[in-house]
């Protein structure tokens, strides 16, 4: 069946960076696209990051845009997000996603402390 393990998640200061993972198995990882997707408390969950199958095309949020960076390792199944420059109103769960939301992975959660 399919699975999608996220990872990396934390506490962390304003400015600091993390690096989530999200290990991806059950399905032909190389010929899919993946999003990352979060939700923050009492809102509703967005789209934050985009990544074609070859990992060619990219596209963000504007809310995390020149700060985040998307990647995958198609030979590990394993897609990332780099996050840098970390604001408090990126505290949230952050979850991986086959396409847009065919499947959802636990979730990991990130906290931006000011």
């Known amino acids: 069946q399919v699975q999608l393990v996220e990872s990396g998640g934390g506490l962390v200061q304003a400015g600091d960076s993390l690096r989530l993972s999200c290990a991806a198995s059950?399905?032909?990882?190389?010929?899919?696209?993946m999003t990352w997707y979060r939700r923050a408390p009492g809102k509703e969950r967005e789209l934050v990051a985009f990544?074609?199958?070859?990992?060619?095309?990219?596209n963000y949020a504007d809310s995390v845009k020149g700060r985040f960076t998307v990647s995958r390792d198609n030979a590990k199944n394993t897609m990332y997000l780099q996050m840098n420059s970390l604001k408090p109103e990126d505290t949230a769960v952050y979850y991986c996603?086959?396409?847009?939301?065919?499947?959802w992975g636990q979730g990991t959660q990130v906290t931006v402390s000011s």
């Open positions: 990544i074609s199958s070859d990992g060619r095309t990219t």
């Open positions: 996603s086959r396409a847009n939301g065919l499947n």
């Open positions: 059950g399905f032909t990882f190389r010929q899919s696209y």
